[in-house]
């Protein structure tokens, strides 16, 4: 069976501003078994051919490219040739605008364009898709949060998801039901464990009302991983996309962590 393990790139950030690093960074996850990179150019290679031969040369491949509102509505051209550049099927797009996400009909707005671009990158071969953070989950009048919003008002095939986890649980929502309702439209899932720490150190950790929430390694927070990766067989995902947005010590040893538990107890490999 092919890995269906990823990195994504924002958990190994500081390692990519320099090719020194950056090569030690895949070097290392090379021998921790990872073969999936998800994400962008490194600001550390001068063009995309250069990232995709450093990425080969350690044995690993690009799931996605990846797109902000802006760059989709005005540079859609440049936004394809880089994905046809990395020889990826997917454009990431990484929340929706400001002036968009205070009202339902500024989520349908949203969902109106983004269905056009959608439209136009299929025509091109490839799939938009989207990463939530926890606002999506607010509720509007009319009993309606942002992301069934975005979902009754685009097309399948235009518009797809790449669901995060961590961001969905600290909504309030169950992962695993919106993998369910996400059926056709989500290929990769972003893991990432979601865990309460009374004492937290340092101090990027969030207080969010005195409850002191961290990113965490899979299986080592509070989430109930095991119905999530039920139904993400279920609707048929591919990749299982590792993304810890802070950590606490090393961020490759994180990702050791959350590997091993996913190929010890939830049996991804």
Avoid at 201 to 210: A, L, M, S, V
Wanted: hydrophobic fraction near 40%; aromatic fraction near 10%.
């Amino acid at each position: 069976m092919a890995s269906q393990i990823g990195v994504c790139s924002y958990t190994v950030r500081d390692f990519m501003t320099n090719k020194t690093s950056f090569r030690d960074c895949l070097k290392r996850l090379q021998e921790l078994g990872f073969e999936i990179w998800q994400g962008g150019k490194a600001a550390c290679c001068d063009s995309i051919p250069e990232m995709v031969d450093l990425l080969a040369e350690y044995g690993f491949k690009n799931i996605t490219g990846s797109a902000g509102y802006d760059d989709l509505m005005s540079n859609l051209d440049k936004v394809i040739a880089d994905a046809k550049a990395f020889g990826v099927q997917h454009i990431n797009t990484p929340t929706l605008p400001l002036k968009n996400r205070v009202s339902a009909q500024g989520y349908e707005a949203y969902a109106k364009e983004m269905n056009e671009v959608g439209k136009k990158l299929r025509d091109n071969g490839l799939k938009l898709i989207y990463h939530n953070h926890a606002m999506e989950f607010a509720n509007f009048p009319g009993g309606k949060n942002g992301m069934q919003i975005l979902l009754d008002n685009t097309d399948p095939e235009n518009f797809g998801f790449i669901m995060d986890t961590h961001w969905a649980s600290a909504a309030g929502a169950d992962p695993a039901e919106w993998v369910l309702k996400l059926e056709g439209r989500m290929d990769i899932i972003h893991f990432k464990d979601y865990a309460i720490d009374p004492n937290p150190e340092p101090q990027h950790i969030q207080d969010i009302g005195g409850v002191y929430k961290i990113f965490a390694e899979i299986g080592y927070g509070n989430i109930n991983w095991k119905p999530i990766v039920e139904n993400c067989r279920k609707i048929g995902v591919q990749y299982f996309v590792i993304e810890q947005d802070f950590w606490r010590g090393c961020p490759i040893e994180a990702l050791a962590k959350s590997k091993k538990y996913m190929n010890d107890v939830l049996d991804i490999h």
